[in-house]
């Protein structure tokens, strides 16, 4: 369970840090800068919420 644990915490910090450089470019984006980055971050998002996903899916199997 610790294991678990750790993955879920370091899902919720990289979850949080994509957020916040989502918004940055979204906020670019909306002031009529074009970032090439938009992409990278929505697939990381992506990625980060199908391991939190997986994570909840593995605790509820080891819960009673």
């Given at each position: 369970m610790r294991e678990?644990?750790?993955?879920?915490?370091?899902?919720?910090g990289q979850?949080?840090?994509?957020?916040?450089?989502?918004?940055?470019a979204v906020a670019a984006l909306n002031s009529g800068e074009v970032s090439s980055t938009v992409q990278w971050y929505a697939r990381s998002a992506a990625q980060t919420v199908r391991k939190l996903d997986e994570l909840a899916d593995e605790l509820r199997r080891r819960l009673p």
């Open positions: 678990v644990l750790r993955d879920v915490m370091q899902a919720r979850a949080q840090r994509i957020g916040v450089n989502l918004n940055q």
